[in-house]
């Protein structure tokens, strides 16, 4: 018999659900038009999603929850409340939800579910339609605990962003552009500085650590690491001149800091949903926030990389 919602580590709970492409304004007719093949593709993913948000929703019921359910796309003031005062977000569809999600969630643990496997990679998310069930009651008779995991403290001229689970990218705002920004890291044996020109830099924690920045060169880190790792992409080097910052990690109780020399630099949270200018002369300080999340996870998928 499950426990009292009021005791349950099930509520309060609010679940956030993405919205599928094929969903959004316009853009069904526009795909239809490109062909078939991607159009199929996208109209299946979406009847995947409806068949899983459907069984979601309906599992929780059974466990005596009634969730509170948010669209991705409209996470404002009061949703904003409502996730930071939950016990348990869920989040259903890939990994891009999982993230935006975050952003907002403080005590609560959280769940991801890969509502359309067969076309998201999914890989913060350990749920998906055939074992969501099983997986809640796990969560509610305590056989499946949360794991701590590091998230990413950014401060922007002494102001806080949302913490980033993942990464952030320090990059000019277009793309075929060089990034200009100066790096600073102080560390036991005293300050160390470089200027660098490249196509951006990578901030990431370890659950970011199989994301953008592997594919920079990066190295997988476990999901228990507690360290920043950061990365230069496409690094110009200077002939003669070693590049002592091109890679490297940020320890517990240290930080990163890079100011930008670029007048249209950006830095991009998790994606492009948080983004904030990043104009000549602004400085952003990175390190691992204080407060980890309690991310239900598969230690494995970081462990055997």
Not at 207 to 216: D, E, F, L
Request: charge should be positive.
């Amino acid at each position: 018999m499950p426990a009292p919602a009021s005791e349950s580590p099930l509520s309060p709970c609010v679940v956030v659900i993405k919205t599928p492409v094929a969903a959004r304004q316009g853009v069904a007719d526009r795909l239809a038009s490109t062909g078939r093949r991607l159009a199929g593709e996208v109209s299946d993913a979406a009847s995947e999603q409806e068949r899983t948000a459907a069984t979601l929703l309906d599992a929780p019921a059974h466990l005596g929850v009634a969730p509170l359910t948010i669209s991705v796309d409209a996470l404002d003031a009061k949703a904003r409340r409502a996730l930071a005062g939950a016990r348990l977000v869920i989040s259903v569809g890939g990994d891009g939800t999982l993230l935006a999600a975050s952003h907002w969630v403080t005590g609560a643990a959280l769940l991801g579910v890969n509502s359309a496997p067969g076309s998201s990679v999914g890989y913060t998310a350990i749920a998906r339609r055939t074992n969501v069930a099983r997986i809640l009651s796990q969560i509610a008779s305590g056989a499946l605990l949360p794991q701590p995991v590091a998230r990413l403290e950014i401060e922007l001229e002494g102001k806080p962003l949302p913490p980033a689970l993942n990464d952030v990218l320090v990059a000019h705002e277009q793309p075929a552009a060089t990034s200009r920004y100066r790096l600073e890291l102080p560390g036991a044996r005293g300050l160390r500085a470089e200027d660098h020109r490249s196509s951006g830099l990578w901030v990431a924690t370890a659950v970011g650590s199989t994301a953008g920045i592997r594919s920079a060169g990066g190295q997988p880190m476990p999901l228990a690491d507690r360290r920043l790792q950061f990365r230069a992409r496409e690094l110009y080097r200077v002939e003669g001149r070693n590049a002592h910052l091109e890679a490297g990690f940020v320890e517990p109780g240290r930080h990163l800091l890079v100011e930008s020399a670029m007048q249209a630099g950006w830095l991009f949270v998790d994606g492009a949903r948080i983004s904030a200018r990043f104009p000549f002369g602004a400085r952003a300080t990175f390190r691992v926030a204080s407060q980890p999340l309690r991310l239900f996870a598969d230690p494995e998928r970081w462990a055997g990389e």
